[in-house]
């Protein structure tokens, strides 16, 4: 197996800095978008083989030296009792928000070996395919809240913040639920095959550094803590995070991604010594090559001083020509040195 991404991982040397990238299965794809024509998302996503099949595909495209599985965040949570669509162009949205105690009392646990059995065939038959690690993934559990109280994608999590202030007992039940499932969840990935398990916290950042530290932290604690158990690297990925960095270093993860606001030279001061995973703007990959090539030096360079995942920000772009990242890669892998 390519184990550059698991070496850099642990924080050891390899030949050169390993490279994937977030949302590196999807739109900018011809192949993904047929696809698409045919299938909805989750059908995508329940299918074992098209699972499969659509999570192979940049590997063999571009080269990275891991894959992820092709899932969403809301997977877990349709077993717990929760009515949601993934919507185009919109996101995961629920028929009827979760805001009461009561909501929250009717939800079910989760059964993974029941209600998620496509998943763990799905890992399977891309292990047995892929000569790269497979990266598990989850919802961090306040970006999870955010979608079940909202309703939906939000910009100012206006009803998630009035609970998390208001109502603390709620907030603290919900909490508990998500921690619990994501524990759950990503178990059961990682003992389906999966090397590492990330948590995608996407709107953690939307958060104050008290109110990360007091509401959210003791719950990725918790998550993380029980993870290590599982033997397999750590990652935590918040957007737009870079003032809660020093809190989210004392998480016990091995790996902090990062988007593209702040140089990975000065986030590396700030959190000590985590392995770095990140961070090119994914816009830079609409750019020309030689911009694409100047940037990804720019990264790297940044990244020096200890052990560093190239990756973007953020996800791949739906505009991103798939040429753009299969040169990425070469760049990376040509000039990635330690």
Same mark, same amino acid.
């Given at each position: 197996?390519?184990?550059?991404?698991? $070496?850099?991982?642990?924080?050891?040397?390899?030949?050169?800095?390993?490279?994937?990238?977030?949302?590196?299965? =999807?739109?900018?794809?011809?192949?993904y978008?047929?696809?698409?024509?045919r299938? =909805?998302?989750?059908?995508?996503?329940?299918?074992?083989?098209?699972?499969?099949?659509?999570? +192979?595909?940049?590997?063999?495209?571009? &080269?990275?030296?891991? @894959?992820?599985?092709?899932?969403?965040?809301?997977?877990?949570?349709?077993?717990?009792?929760?009515?949601?669509?993934?919507?185009?162009?919109? /996101?995961?949205?629920?028929?009827?928000?979760?805001?009461?105690?009561a909501?929250?009392? @009717?939800?079910?646990?989760?059964?993974?070996?029941?209600? %998620?059995?496509?998943? !763990?065939? @799905?890992?399977?038959?891309?292990?047995?395919?892929?000569? *790269?690690? %497979?990266?598990?993934? +989850?919802? &961090?559990?306040?970006?999870?809240?955010?979608?079940?109280?909202?309703? =939906?994608?939000?910009?100012?999590?206006?009803? !998630?913040? #009035?609970?998390?202030?208001?109502?603390?007992?709620?907030?603290?039940?919900?909490?508990?639920? %998500?921690?619990?499932?994501?524990?759950?969840?990503?178990?059961m990935q990682?003992?389906?095959?999966?090397?590492?398990?990330?948590?995608?916290?996407?709107?953690? /950042?939307?958060?104050?550094?008290?109110?990360?530290?007091? $509401?959210?932290?003791?719950?990725?604690?918790?998550?993380? !803590?029980?993870?290590?158990?599982l033997?397999?690297?750590?990652?935590?990925?918040?957007?737009?995070? /870079?003032?809660?960095?020093?809190?989210?270093?004392?998480?016990?993860?091995?790996?902090?991604?990062?988007?593209?606001?702040?140089?990975?030279?000065?986030?590396? $001061?700030?959190?000590?010594?985590?392995?770095?995973? =990140?961070?090119?703007?994914?816009?830079?990959?609409?750019?020309?090559?030689?911009?694409?090539?100047?940037?990804?030096?720019?990264?790297?360079?940044?990244?020096?001083?200890?052990?560093?995942i190239?990756? %973007?920000?953020?996800?791949?772009?739906?505009?991103?020509? *798939?040429?753009?990242? #299969?040169?990425?890669?070469?760049?990376?892998?040509?000039?990635?040195?330690?």
């Amino acid at each position: 197996m390519n184990d550059r991404f698991l $070496r850099a991982c642990r924080g050891e040397v390899s030949d050169t800095v390993p490279v994937w990238f977030m949302r590196q299965a =999807g739109r900018y794809q011809p192949e993904y978008r047929a696809l698409r024509q045919r299938y =909805g998302i989750l059908d995508l996503v329940e299918d074992p083989e098209l699972c499969c099949q659509v999570t +192979a595909l940049p590997v063999e495209q571009l &080269g990275v030296d891991a @894959a992820i599985l092709f899932s969403d965040i809301m997977v877990p949570l349709g077993p717990l009792g929760i009515d949601y669509q993934i919507k185009a162009g919109i /996101g995961p949205v629920l028929a009827r928000p979760l805001r009461r105690m009561a909501d929250l009392e @009717a939800l079910r646990a989760l059964n993974p070996a029941h209600d %998620l059995s496509y998943v !763990t065939e @799905a890992i399977g038959k891309i292990c047995q395919r892929l000569d *790269v690690p %497979l990266i598990g993934f +989850a919802g &961090g559990p306040f970006t999870l809240a955010s979608y079940l109280i909202e309703g =939906g994608p939000s910009r100012q999590y206006q009803e !998630t913040k #009035r609970i998390l202030w208001s109502e603390p007992a709620l907030w603290q039940r919900l909490m508990e639920i %998500l921690s619990d499932m994501v524990i759950t969840y990503a178990g059961m990935q990682v003992a389906a095959g999966a090397h590492c398990v990330q948590l995608f916290d996407s709107w953690a /950042g939307s958060l104050s550094l008290s109110d990360f530290q007091r $509401r959210v932290l003791p719950y990725l604690e918790k998550i993380f !803590t029980a993870l290590a158990a599982l033997r397999v690297p750590r990652i935590y990925f918040a957007v737009g995070a /870079g003032h809660l960095l020093e809190a989210v270093a004392t998480l016990p993860v091995e790996v902090i991604s990062v988007d593209w606001r702040e140089p990975l030279s000065q986030v590396r $001061r700030r959190v000590g010594g985590k392995v770095l995973q =990140g961070n090119l703007d994914p816009v830079i990959l609409t750019a020309s090559s030689s911009v694409i090539e100047g940037e990804a030096r720019a990264v790297l360079e940044q990244g020096r001083g200890g052990a560093h995942i190239f990756n %973007l920000g953020h996800g791949v772009l739906p505009t991103t020509e *798939v040429q753009a990242l #299969r040169h990425l890669v070469e760049v990376v892998h040509q000039e990635g040195t330690w």
